[in-house]
């Protein structure tokens, strides 16, 4: 008869076997097996650390080439400098036309530099995503086009300026007076609340009439980089009339002129106190010292302010106008009549054989960039 084999214990699943324990053993058992699991990731990742497979060994760029092949300028002669800068310039525009957020951005960055090699490298690390760009072949044939259009013209590049005038010899040695007197000048602006550049314009027109009208003598007075200095009619190296400058006094005292300043300018003319000054004889000593003339320069920033606040109150902005501004200058209080249509002008004066008005010497030299770091170029040509 045979044996019958003993029962053998039915092997329950692990999800059944889980169902019968109690919730506490639930959370041991848990708590067991997550502690063992990260200890072994623990253990994993030391692992891997010390045997270095985390390491990033590192590739060569593919644009490496491209970078390692530029080649520094190192310009130091200003011409090419200068040449160099008007090159990259128009390389901005070209890349403006198709990527116009990187020209600005550059263009930005670069203000204030005078280092072309810093724009060109700039421009170099752009075009290395430009030229493998869509747009990137219409910005090349642009470049392309413009220097196509450079080369049909064999000019030589000549120092003589293009304003005939500034080629004049008394234009040299008026540079060289006006930069000596440049403090003065920027003093006189600092109280009359007027641009320093637009004071010496009315200075540079005034002159270099007084310099052609009496040749020789001008030539020997600025000569020595001294300004001319009249002493009849016209007063001091800006030649005002002694009435225009007694007129200037009264306007910085009376609020209800329309040239008034305003009351901080009120006292900035005022002459000592006493029974003994001579008002007439104070004037004309301050207007033609010949060694200071940081009168004749307040006396004309108070001229172009009185006259820009005039037209202003009669509804006409004449305050960003140079031309005018000087050309009013030159005329006088009783010229200036406020109108729509203000035409620039004034006294005559010839220049190597060619006749030039008061008013376009000074809007010449304004906006001509010359002297430009004794009297910088500002947006705003009046200060309240």
Same mark, same amino acid.
């Given at each position: 008869?045979?044996?019958?084999?003993?029962?053998?214990?039915?092997?329950?699943?692990?999800?059944?076997?889980?169902?019968?324990?109690?919730? #506490?053993?639930?959370?041991?058992?848990?708590?067991?097996?997550?502690?063992?699991?990260?200890?072994?990731?623990?253990?994993?990742?030391?692992?891997?650390?010390?045997?270095?497979?985390?390491?990033?060994?590192?590739?060569?760029?593919?644009?490496?080439?491209?970078?390692?092949?530029?080649?520094?300028?190192?310009?130091?002669?200003?011409?090419?400098?200068?040449?160099?800068?008007?090159?990259?310039?128009?390389?901005?525009?070209?890349?403006?036309?198709?990527?116009?957020?990187?020209?600005?951005?550059?263009?930005?960055?670069?203000?204030?530099?005078?280092?072309?090699?810093?724009?060109?490298?700039?421009?170099?690390?752009?075009?290395?995503?430009?030229?493998?760009?869509?747009?990137?072949?219409?910005?090349?044939?642009?470049?392309?086009?413009?220097?196509?259009?450079?080369?049909?013209?064999?000019?030589?590049?000549?120092?003589?300026?293009?304003?005939?005038?500034?080629?004049?010899?008394?234009?040299?040695?008026?540079? @060289?007076?006006?930069?000596?007197?440049?403090?003065?000048?920027?003093?006189?602006?600092?109280?009359?609340?007027?641009?320093?550049?637009?004071?010496?314009?009315?200075?540079?027109?005034?002159?270099?009439?007084?310099?052609?009208?009496?040749?020789?003598?001008?030539?020997?007075?600025?000569?020595?980089?001294?300004?001319?200095?009249?002493?009849?009619?016209?007063?001091?190296?800006?030649?005002?009339?002694?009435?225009?400058?007694?007129?200037?006094?009264?306007?910085?005292?009376?609020?209800?002129?329309?040239?008034?300043?305003?009351?901080?300018?009120?006292?900035?003319?005022?002459?000592?106190?006493?029974?003994?000054?001579?008002?007439?004889?104070?004037?004309?000593?301050?207007?033609?010292?010949? #060694?200071?003339?940081?009168?004749?320069?307040?006396?004309?920033?108070?001229?172009?302010?009185?006259?820009?606040?005039?037209?202003?109150?009669?509804?006409?902005?004449?305050?960003?106008?140079?031309?005018?501004?000087?050309?009013?200058?030159?005329?006088?209080?009783?010229?200036?009549?406020?109108?729509?249509?203000? @035409?620039?002008?004034?006294?005559?004066?010839?220049?190597?054989?060619?006749?030039?008005?008061?008013?376009?010497?000074?809007?010449?030299?304004?906006?001509?960039?010359?002297?430009?770091?004794?009297?910088?170029?500002?947006?705003?040509?009046?200060?309240?």
């Amino acid at each position: 008869m045979e044996q019958e084999e003993p029962n053998k214990p039915e092997k329950k699943s692990f999800l059944k076997s889980w169902k019968t324990l109690k919730w #506490h053993s639930k959370i041991y058992q848990i708590f067991i097996h997550g502690f063992a699991l990260c200890g072994m990731a623990a253990i994993g990742a030391w692992a891997i650390y010390t045997m270095g497979l985390t390491n990033d060994k590192g590739y060569e760029d593919p644009y490496n080439r491209y970078l390692a092949n530029y080649k520094q300028g190192g310009v130091t002669d200003s011409a090419k400098i200068y040449s160099n800068n008007l090159q990259n310039y128009i390389k901005l525009v070209s890349l403006d036309k198709v990527y116009s957020t990187n020209a600005h951005l550059i263009y930005e960055a670069t203000q204030g530099t005078n280092d072309p090699d810093l724009v060109n490298r700039m421009l170099y690390a752009c075009d290395m995503y430009v030229q493998e760009s869509e747009r990137g072949k219409n910005y090349q044939k642009m470049l392309d086009d413009i220097n196509q259009v450079f080369s049909r013209y064999k000019l030589t590049a000549t120092t003589e300026n293009a304003i005939p005038w500034m080629n004049d010899a008394g234009w040299t040695v008026l540079k @060289r007076a006006l930069a000596r007197d440049a403090k003065n000048i920027q003093k006189a602006a600092e109280i009359t609340g007027v641009d320093a550049r637009l004071i010496a314009a009315c200075t540079v027109g005034e002159q270099i009439r007084l310099f052609n009208s009496k040749r020789e003598d001008a030539k020997r007075r600025l000569g020595f980089m001294t300004m001319s200095v009249q002493s009849q009619f016209s007063l001091g190296v800006n030649g005002i009339k002694d009435f225009t400058a007694a007129a200037v006094e009264r306007n910085l005292k009376d609020s209800t002129s329309v040239y008034y300043m305003g009351k901080k300018y009120e006292h900035i003319l005022d002459f000592p106190e006493g029974d003994s000054v001579d008002i007439a004889t104070a004037r004309f000593n301050r207007l033609v010292d010949y #060694h200071n003339n940081l009168y004749s320069f307040i006396y004309t920033g108070c001229i172009l302010h009185q006259t820009m606040l005039q037209w202003k109150r009669a509804g006409y902005d004449i305050s960003h106008r140079p031309d005018i501004l000087c050309t009013l200058f030159n005329l006088g209080f009783q010229a200036s009549k406020p109108n729509a249509e203000p @035409r620039c002008g004034g006294s005559r004066v010839s220049v190597g054989g060619r006749n030039y008005t008061f008013g376009v010497l000074g809007n010449d030299f304004f906006y001509s960039g010359e002297l430009s770091k004794e009297f910088p170029m500002s947006a705003t040509l009046f200060q309240d």
